[in-house]
């Protein structure tokens, strides 16, 4: 990497280049102001008016820093800065602005406004790069409302077809594909056709190792494989006084066992194994009702195929074990699967040397979460930078990271993507 130049029309010497940490956390605070909720949090589900509205509002700054923007057929915006070679595959970077239920101001939003961020600091400094540099927004990573997570991104990297991904529907019965055309983001880009030359991905940590061990940079090297299943036990709707207990064939008891079977097996599986039950619906859902169908979901993620190969197989025994103890119907349905990935070597290096070059104290670590990421790194060369976040908590409106972090994190993207754009 070079150390000190002029390079082109820019007066800034690369090495020294830096975002700007105020201005991008500024722009978090605004976009967490779309669906912000009583604890600071920010409640924003795939393709709602609130998904609009946060798109809308990234997409009108994408556009103000020069970029082009395109939409897919998945919904997945690209804004694109022009390179010197528009030939040149894009160098990309970005994240999802989709939230959870109870979700918090940083997962995904921080991956897309610190590309932004990326593509301003280039504007402030007149660096026009070699290759283009793009920003993505995937449509519906966080697979809350919509089932498969990585919706956008999946469609993208052809792990499953467009057609497949429209055609989910919420628990509504509310279609993808409907939801998105509601929102006006249905585009016609087509899905997955864009040549890809490396993608980097900014996100905060989501656990403790980073904070724990007091390091400002996750280099990330991959993630988890996950397995994701719908679960439902059929028992029999009966009157919750008269029906005497030998008699009952009870779903949410079926399902209770079922929770904690789940845990079980991720416990055989520690310290790697993780399992978790996050949703469920009883019906009838009524309090002298005993309960005659359940649906619930199960998370299933490891390191390892094989480990997670044998985790699967132990839940289905679990399942068919505890059907046949309480004369219940069960049927368990996988629904989302992808093996460990294992993230490109020089793509990785880019990144670690970003971080020592700007002095950031860093370790390699593997993502317990999904990402986008896992999905590109499947079609481009990919890796992830972390960064800590308060008490490695996320996927709640509490979710905090302190701003020097957020900072540091998008001056090793920014470098990351510089050393693959050239300048
Ligand atoms: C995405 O948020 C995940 O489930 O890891
Ligand atoms: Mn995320
Ligand atoms: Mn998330």
Redesign the pocket.
């Known amino acids: 990497m070079r150390t000190s130049e002029t390079v082109g029309e820019s007066i800034v010497a690369p090495t020294s280049l830096k975002v700007d940490g105020a201005r991008l956390w500024q722009s978090l605070m605004e976009l967490a102001k779309i669906g912000a909720t009583p604890k600071g949090g920010v409640r924003r589900l795939a393709l709602t008016d609130l998904d609009r509205q946060g798109r809308d509002l990234v997409v009108g700054w994408l556009r103000d820093a020069g970029a082009t923007i395109e939409i897919d057929g998945a919904g997945n915006i690209f804004a694109t800065r022009r390179g010197r070679d528009d030939t040149s595959r894009v160098v990309l970077t970005g994240s999802h602005v989709d939230t ?1 239920p109870s979700g918090g101001k940083f ?1 995904g939003n921080y991956g897309v406004l610190a590309g932004l961020e990326v593509l301003r600091t280039l504007n402030d400094a007149s660096i026009v790069t070699k290759k283009p540099v793009g920003v993505a927004i995937w449509t519906n ?3 809350t409302r919509f089932i498969p ?1 990585m919706g956008g991104s999946g469609a993208f990297a052809r792990v499953f077809t467009l057609d497949y991904l429209l055609g989910q529907r919420d628990i509504d019965g509310i279609s993808f594909g409907e939801a998105l055309h509601r929102i006006g983001y249905a585009g016609s880009a087509p899905v997955g056709e864009r040549a890809v030359d490396a993608y980097f991905e900014a996100h905060i940590e989501q656990g403790p190792i980073l904070e724990r061990e007091d390091k400002v940079i996750g280099v990330v090297t991959g993630a988890l494989g ?1 397995r994701w299943y719908d679960c439902s036990w059929t028992g029999q709707d009966a009157h919750a006084g008269p029906t005497p207990m030998e008699a009952r064939h009870d779903a949410l008891r079926g399902a209770s066992r079922m929770v904690e079977a789940v845990n079980a097996v991720a416990l055989k599986h520690a310290p790697d194994g993780r399992a978790t039950v996050g949703f469920m619906q009883v019906k009838p859902n009524s309090r002298n009702v005993i309960p005659g169908q359940v649906a619930m979901s199960i ?1 299933v993620r490891h390191p390892d195929d094989e480990a997670l190969a044998a985790m699967d197989r132990e839940l289905r025994e679990a399942a068919a074990v505890i059907a046949r103890d309480l004369r219940l119907e069960c049927d368990v349905r996988q629904v989302v699967e992808f093996p460990a990935s294992h993230f490109d070597d020089e793509c990785v290096s880019s990144v670690d040397r970003a971080a020592e070059m700007l002095g950031l104290s860093r370790r390699k670590i593997v993502s ?4 986008d990421a896992v999905y590109l790194s499947r079609v481009a060369p990919t890796s992830m930078i972390f960064v800590p976040c308060k008490d490695g908590i996320s ?1 709640n409106e509490i979710e905090d990271a302190r701003p020097e972090h957020l900072e540091a994190g998008a001056n090793v993207l920014l470098h990351a993507v510089l050393a693959r754009a050239g300048i």
């Open positions: 959870q997962d990573e966080e697979g997570t996950q998370d317990g979460a999904a990402h996927h």
